[in-house]
C-alpha cells in the first residue's frame, strides 16, 4: 500500500463546475496535510494547507480532512482553464517525512 | 522575497558520466531538501537537510548520489556515475522552521536527460 494515495486522472471538468480531488494516506499519525499544484514543466506550488479536522477555505479552494477516515480532499469551485494542471496531495507523516502522492491531472474544458 | 534558485535549468550527459546540481534557498529557511521526480510521479524526497546538519537521508543511493550544505545555505547534489534511470527533474525546495515544514517552497528544478 503506497503511503499517499491518488487517482492519477485525468480528470476532466467543463468550466465553472467543482472538480474534486482525492487523497488517501496510510499513517494514522499523520498531522499536516498540504495540496500543491503542478502546471506542466514547472515545479509544485502550494495552494492549501490542513491541520485539523473539517474544512478550509480559501478562495475559490476548499480542503477537507477527516483523520478518521484517513481522507484529503480539494474542492475547486467554479474551475476555470486556469487551473489545469496537476495537483499533488502531500501528508507529513508521524516520522515528520513529507510524502508526495502521484499526482491527480485536471482537466478544465471551456 | 526572492525564491528557490537552481541551476543548471537543464542537462544532458551521457551515462557514467558526473553531474552537479547548485540550490540556494529562501533567506531564513534552514530546511533545505532535494527531490526526485520521475514524470508522472509526485516528488520522491532524496535528502532533507537542517542548518547543515542531514536530518534524513534515507532513500538517497549513497553509492552514486551525494549532496552537502556546507555554510548551511546553498547546497549541492552530485551523481556520479550517472545511470539511464537518474533522468528525471531534481527539484530544491526550502521552508521555515520546523513546524511548518510542510510548506515548501520548491525551485524551479533541473532536468537532467541521461543518454
Known amino acids: 500500500q503506497k503511503e499517499v494515495e491518488q487517482n492519477s486522472g485525468p480528470l476532466s471538468v467543463p468550466e465553472g463546475a467543482i472538480a474534486s480531488l482525492n487523497c488517501t494516506y496510510s499513517?494514522?499519525?499523520?498531522?499536516?496535510f498540504f495540496w500543491y499544484r503542478q502546471y506542466s514543466g514547472k515545479s509544485p506550488e502550494l495552494i492549501m494547507s490542513?491541520?485539523?479536522?473539517g474544512d478550509k477555505e480559501d478562495g475559490r479552494f476548499t480542503a477537507q480532512l477527516n483523520k478518521a477516515s484517513q481522507y484529503v480532499s480539494l474542492l475547486i469551485r467554479d474551475s476555470q482553464p486556469s487551473d489545469s494542471a496537476t495537483y499533488l496531495c502531500?501528508?507529513?507523516?508521524?516520522?515528520?517525512?513529507?510524502?508526495f502522492g502521484q499526482g491527480t491531472e485536471l482537466s478544465v474544458k471551456p | 522575497e526572492a525564491g528557490v534558485a537552481q541551476s543548471p535549468r537543464y542537462k544532458i550527459i551521457e551515462k557514467r558520466q558526473s553531474v552537479a546540481f547548485w540550490c540556494n534557498p529562501i533567506?531564513?529557511?534552514?530546511?533545505l531538501y532535494w527531490y526526485q521526480q520521475i514524470l508522472g510521479q509526485g516528488p520522491k524526497l532524496l535528502i532533507q537537510?537542517?542548518?547543515?546538519?542531514?536530518?534524513?537521508d534515507s532513500q538517497l543511493p549513497k553509492d552514486r548520489f551525494s549532496a552537502e550544505r556546507l555554510k548551511g545555505v546553498d547546497s549541492t547534489l552530485k551523481i556520479q556515475p550517472a545511470k539511464l534511470e537518474d533522468s528525471a527533474v531534481y527539484l530544491c525546495?526550502?521552508?521555515?522552521?520546523?513546524?511548518?515544514?510542510?510548506?515548501?517552497?520548491f525551485g524551479p528544478g533541473t532536468r537532467l536527460t541521461v543518454t
Open positions: 525546495a526550502s521552508s521555515p522552521p520546523r513546524e511548518f515544514w510542510g510548506e515548501q517552497y
Open positions: 499513517d494514522r499519525g499523520s498531522q499536516s
Open positions: 490542513i491541520y485539523s479536522n
Open positions: 502531500a501528508v507529513r507523516n508521524q516520522g515528520g517525512k513529507l510524502i
Open positions: 533567506s531564513g529557511h534552514a530546511t
Open positions: 537537510f537542517q542548518n547543515n546538519g542531514v536530518v534524513d
